[in-house]
């Protein structure tokens, strides 16, 4: 269960995109980031918000999942992209998804954060 999870916060984004209130548009995007990164989408769901209409987008992935969050109201977005890494090392592809998207929404703050994920613990008692 080895894994890497990024998010980003990102703020003062480009409201004049389709994507901040457009679930196809939205979606467009996702879905070439994620194949522009090297990872196989097996599933989503893009879900609009009434006005001032913000979307939630989650794309899964047969490496884990995208989510993507947006508040044209607030000009922000949040980003989740978690990548398994059993079998290969998907971090690179994973920092590229991210990435990419961070870009396409031309924010002006952004505030990132990586976890690693399903590090097995030391058993008590032994060392290092």
Same mark, same amino acid.
């Given at each position: 269960?080895?894994?890497?999870?990024?998010?980003?916060? !990102?703020? +003062?984004?480009?409201t004049? !995109?389709?994507?901040?209130?457009?679930?196809?548009?939205?979606?467009?995007?996702?879905?070439?980031?994620v194949?522009?990164a090297?990872? %196989?989408?097996?599933?989503?769901?893009?879900?609009?918000f009434?006005?001032?209409?913000?979307?939630?987008?989650?794309?899964?992935?047969?490496?884990?999942? !995208?989510?993507?969050?947006?508040?044209?109201?607030?000009?922000?977005?949040?980003? +989740?992209?978690?990548?398994?890494?059993?079998?290969? +090392?998907?971090?690179?592809?994973?920092?590229?998804? !991210?990435?990419?998207?961070?870009?396409?929404?031309?924010?002006?703050? $952004?505030?990132? %954060?990586a976890? %690693?994920?399903?590090?097995?613990? $030391?058993?008590?008692?032994?060392?290092?």
């Amino acid at each position: 269960m080895d894994g890497l999870h990024l998010t980003a916060d !990102l703020r +003062d984004c480009d409201t004049t !995109l389709a994507a901040m209130i457009d679930p196809q548009a939205l979606r467009q995007l996702c879905l070439a980031a994620v194949m522009g990164a090297g990872l %196989q989408p097996v599933g989503e769901l893009f879900h609009p918000f009434p006005a001032p209409g913000g979307v939630t987008g989650v794309v899964l992935l047969a490496e884990s999942h !995208l989510a993507v969050h947006t508040w044209p109201e607030l000009a922000s977005v949040t980003l +989740d992209v978690y990548v398994c890494n059993h079998g290969s +090392d998907n971090t690179d592809r994973a920092h590229s998804l !991210l990435n990419a998207l961070i870009a396409s929404f031309g924010a002006k703050g $952004i505030e990132r %954060q990586a976890l %690693q994920r399903g590090a097995l613990p $030391i058993p008590t008692g032994a060392t290092a």
